[in-house]
């Protein structure tokens, strides 16, 4: 039986208040990379720093698809929010690490050491967390507003990394540098793990979607359970559909958010101050627009706003990216990286919904998870790493070329895929 609207709404907040919480402990790491990096990376050189901080966020991502895979078969065998539940404690407890561990000239290697371990747990957290949340969300929303709930997915994955954002303006305007530089930057990593503590109670409290109800209730029928063989030897076409449309769109999602505001600072020339307001306040805006661009593709589909972005990001990330380089204020600067954050909404806002409609509800959540975990992997983890080296190799512009390559290939992707709001395997409301 379909749940109704209130059920529907009560999920629905439920489980975006505990995705924000995993995203913000998630992005707390980048947008505080610079004033932790020189703790655990003893170097002169900032650039040198960033990249160390920056392989490490990329390390990651490593164990991201074998979260994706341990959880994303967990969540189709035991259910959507016990797989929420597990993503929440091990976000919870790799926060609690770099919170708590001394730096470098303390214990020595052991804080890198310790840093890596804390990345690699949480990796494993948001590798199962986002093929849980996509398919929890999917699956609560009607058949008409799956584009719009599914939305908030990205809306609560865009306010954690705002919030990250706001603590690190509200630290910056209530201690000094210094004082923040010392120890200040562990006080996000201590909320992030008190905050998931929270979540714990608040996702062991949500309804199970009636999708799963019914996969579960078929299982003892012949019917074939979650994982990886089953997923790469029966639906080989939506594993590859997934990770390439996500090639494109992850990786320009990294570069115009998380490797922006280094960009800042590190090219254009702005303060860390400035970098942060620019981000936070163009993140802002970001996020209020994905249920708008989700509610739209309910009309007029998933497709078009992807290939309105494929178009649009191939044309104009490379101008956008020489732009900053030269920019001086920040206003203008706020307005380029806001076109760029504009294109990038058409992936956004509905790639959860178009992934979880690719798959049948018993192998959904490994199907949206692992696909999209190993694209991650390859180029949104990656992406900070990739465009630091060209800077590196005095060729930053390189960057800039590759990301327009690799949305080149997702348009490839979105022009020959079928209109998932059409064609979906979703078939319970």
């Not at 919170?99 to 804390?118: D, H, K, Q, R, S």
């Not at 979607?209 to 579960?216: G, L, M, V």
């Not at 490994?366 to 390859?378: E, K, S």
Request: aromatic content about 12%; hydrophobic content about 50%.
């Amino acid at each position: 039986m379909a749940p109704d609207q209130k059920t529907r709404l009560k999920a629905i907040i439920g489980g975006s208040t505990g995705n924000l919480v995993e995203w913000f402990d998630w992005y707390v790491y980048s947008a505080f990379t610079l004033y932790f990096a020189p703790h655990f990376f003893p170097s002169t050189d900032r650039t040198a720093q960033l990249l160390s901080a920056a392989a490490i966020f990329a390390v990651g991502f490593l164990m991201r698809p074998i979260g994706a895979w341990i959880m994303g078969v967990y969540s189709d065998r035991h259910g959507r929010k016990a797989g929420l539940t597990v993503a929440v404690t091990l976000m919870c407890a790799g926060s609690l690490i770099i919170a708590c561990t001394p730096g470098y000239e303390t214990i020595g290697v052991f804080a890198p050491i310790m840093l890596v371990i804390a990345r690699l747990m949480q990796g494993l957290s948001v590798g199962g967390e986002y093929g849980a949340s996509a398919t929890y969300l999917t699956e609560m929303a009607g058949k008409d507003r799956r584009g719009f709930f599914s939305s908030f997915q990205y809306v609560t994955l865009i306010s954690g990394q705002l919030l990250a954002i706001c603590v690190l303006l509200v630290l910056q305007s209530t201690m000094s540098e210094a004082a923040l530089d010392s120890w200040g930057w562990r006080i996000p990593f201590a909320i992030g793990a008190v905050l998931a503590v929270v979540v714990f109670y608040i996702r062991r409290g949500l309804a199970e979607t009636q999708s799963f109800e019914n996969a579960k209730s078929e299982a003892g029928d012949g019917k074939p359970k979650s994982g990886f063989l089953q997923l790469v030897t029966k639906h080989p076409r939506e594993t590859m559909t997934v990770m390439l449309l996500t090639a494109g769109g992850t990786l320009a999602f990294y570069a115009y958010s998380i490797y922006m505001q280094k960009f800042l600072v590190n090219t254009s020339g702005f303060s860390r101050e400035v970098a942060s307001q620019i981000n936070a306040a163009t993140l802002f805006v970001f996020m209020l627009l994905q249920p708008v661009a989700g509610g739209l593709s309910d009309r007029v589909g998933r497709k078009p706003l992807m290939i309105a972005f494929g178009i649009a990001g191939v044309l104009f990330t490379y101008p956008i990216f020489t732009a900053l380089e030269t920019a001086t204020n920040p206003i203008y600067a706020g307005l380029l990286v806001m076109a760029a954050l504009v294109i990038v909404t058409g992936y956004t806002s509905i790639n959860a919904v178009v992934k979880a409609e690719l798959f049948p509800a018993h192998i959904r959540a490994l199907g949206v998870a692992l696909p999209y975990a190993l694209a991650n992997t390859l180029f949104g983890g990656t992406a900070e790493v990739v465009a630091l080296k060209f800077k590196d190799a005095g060729f930053e512009r390189g960057f800039y070329w590759y990301v327009t390559a690799m949305i080149a290939v997702s348009l490839v992707v979105y022009l020959m895929m079928k209109d998932t709001r059409t064609n979906s395997q979703i078939v319970e409301d």
